[in-house]
């Protein structure tokens, strides 16, 4: 069963950059079928899709967040990686990965069907 | 403000039925498959149906869905105390830049 657990600092400074890790157990990041995706849930907000990366390093990011986004892929880790940078207090959230996971060669679509727990990140100085 | 549309809130008794909408557009659900999630108080969001109405193996059937046009429906029976929390629905959007986007969110509360 694959489960999924994010990682990295849950303080980050303004006009830093916030890096997070993803990493995938039970499981491998490099199923053909299998994107890995990053969504954040802001205090009272709703949930909010960053982006997504294949095992392949092919990647589709958030129009809003893509000039401060990048991700990553580390298949001998298992993990994917998250860098935003240039944050301010609108980037405090609760930060999901999840599997973004398809089957019949592409044509069948399970939605974002594993989650990690989340991991907090506060935007302050 | 997300270019899916879902009431802000929904309530019930136990035992009754509730009915979320999803509204979008033609680039997003008019062509693509909606799933829903669950998010409930503490935990991480879990997904109850995927391709507009297929429920992931071991979901009990009191949760269903539905698509039609540009509109998604979620329904849940029989409700019970521990659907209390958050729904969302979640589709690709092929507009200018292809994204995945969710509702706004709808928050259940059973009475």
């Known amino acids: 069963q694959v489960q999924l657990q994010e990682s990295g600092p849950g303080l980050v400074k303004p006009s830093e950059t916030l890096s997070l890790t993803c990493t995938v157990s039970?499981?491998?990041?490099?199923?053909?079928?299998?994107?890995w995706s990053w969504i954040r849930q802001p205090a009272g907000k709703g949930l909010e899709w960053i982006g997504r990366?294949?095992?392949?390093?092919?990647?589709t990011y958030n129009p809003s967040l893509a000039r401060r986004l990048t991700m990553s892929v580390d298949r001998s880790r298992n993990q994917i990686s998250l860098n935003l940078s240039s944050v301010t207090a609108a980037d405090t959230a609760v930060y999901y990965c999840?599997?973004?996971?398809?089957?019949?060669?592409?044509?069948?679509?399970?939605?974002?069907?594993?989650w990690g727990q989340g991991t907090t990140v506060t935007v302050s100085s | 403000q997300s270019v899916l549309t879902q009431p802000p809130s929904v309530s019930a008794a136990p035992g009754q039925k509730v009915t979320i909408s999803c509204s979008g557009s033609?680039?997003?659900?008019?062509?693509?498959?909606v799933s829903w999630y669950q998010h409930l108080p503490g935990t991480a969001p879990k997904v109850l149906i995927y391709e507009n109405d297929k429920r992931p193996s071991g979901l009990p059937d009191r949760f269903s869905g539905s698509k039609s046009g540009t509109s998604a429906t979620l329904v849940i029976t029989g409700l019970q105390a521990g659907d209390e929390g958050d729904y969302y629905c979640g589709v690709w959007d092929n507009s200018l830049s292809v994204q995945f986007v969710f509702g706004g969110g709808t928050k259940l509360t059973v009475l």
């Open positions: 033609r680039s997003n659900i008019g062509i693509n498959f």
């Open positions: 990366i294949h095992n392949d390093g092919s990647s």
């Open positions: 039970g499981g491998s990041i490099s199923s053909t079928f299998d994107y």
């Open positions: 999840a599997r973004d996971s398809y089957y019949d060669s592409w044509s069948g679509y399970y939605g974002l069907d594993v």
